[in-house]
């Protein structure tokens, strides 16, 4: 199974902050690649598949970036709704793995 | 407007078996990839199985290999999620998750409309 990892596992910032995540996987994914966001008791929210594609009505403060192995999810001045866990996921290869999550708190 | 409809929470004893349901409307149905996905407290993600209705065929995680059973009604716009042989282990939430088109995509397996999630716990 591909194996995905994310840095940090927490991320602390404040409201304005640009943050970045970074999703590694174990062998290429191409740019097959997805981001979610998750709030507690909450079902996740697609921000951005195919790598860099923004999904409908996500803020454009989020962009994806990268291919291949290593990926980057970038918040551009963080706003009180963006503290959140944030999973990455590929769906290029059988079974389809999500990463571990990244929790964004307030610093 | 997408909605993904599970049904109810389950309670199970181990060596049991659940079926979880997956009401979904908007767009058209059979041409969609679907997948479930659970989430054990506090834990991250985990996939376990999908199907693209039109081609019937479902694919499942070898982690779940013989205990895991994906079904679609296309007649009512529903998918299945069987799960057998219960443990405690399998206690989570299962989200049934629509993803991309195989219409317009070659790659279809994210998720972009999640349901609430439905808790399955295991206790004797």
């Known amino acids: 199974d591909i194996q995905m990892t994310q840095s940090p596992s927490t991320l602390s910032a404040s409201v304005g902050d640009r943050v970045t995540i970074t999703c590694r996987a174990s062998?290429?994914?191409?740019?097959?690649l997805a981001w979610y966001q998750q709030t507690p008791g909450k079902a996740p929210k697609l921000l951005i598949h195919k790598a860099s594609t923004l999904e409908t009505e996500v803020p454009s403060r989020f962009s994806g970036t990268g291919s291949g192995t290593e990926f980057t999810l970038t918040i551009n001045s963080l706003q009180p709704d963006d503290f959140a866990t944030y999973y990455c996921q590929q769906y290029n290869i059988y079974p389809f793995t999500f990463g571990p999550g990244t929790k964004v708190d307030v610093k | 407007q997408v909605q993904v409809v599970q049904s109810g929470a389950e309670v199970r004893k181990p060596g049991s078996s659940v079926k979880v349901s997956c009401k979904a409307s908007g767009g058209t149905f059979s041409y969609y990839a679907f997948s479930w996905v659970r989430q054990a407290p506090g834990q991250g993600f985990e996939w376990m199985g999908g199907?693209?209705?039109?081609?019937?065929?479902?694919s499942h995680s070898r982690k779940f290999q013989g205990r895991v059973t994906v079904t679609a009604d296309e007649s009512t716009s529903t998918v299945y999620m069987e799960l057998s042989s219960l443990t405690p282990e399998d206690t989570a939430v299962y989200y049934c998750?629509?993803?991309?088109?195989?219409?317009?995509?070659?790659?279809?397996?994210?998720?972009?409309?999640w349901g609430k999630g439905t808790t399955v716990s295991v206790s004797s």
């Open positions: 062998q290429t994914v191409g740019s097959w």
């Open positions: 998750a629509r993803g991309g088109s195989t219409l317009s995509e070659n790659y279809y397996y994210y998720m972009d409309a």
């Open positions: 199907i693209v209705p039109i081609y019937g065929k479902p």
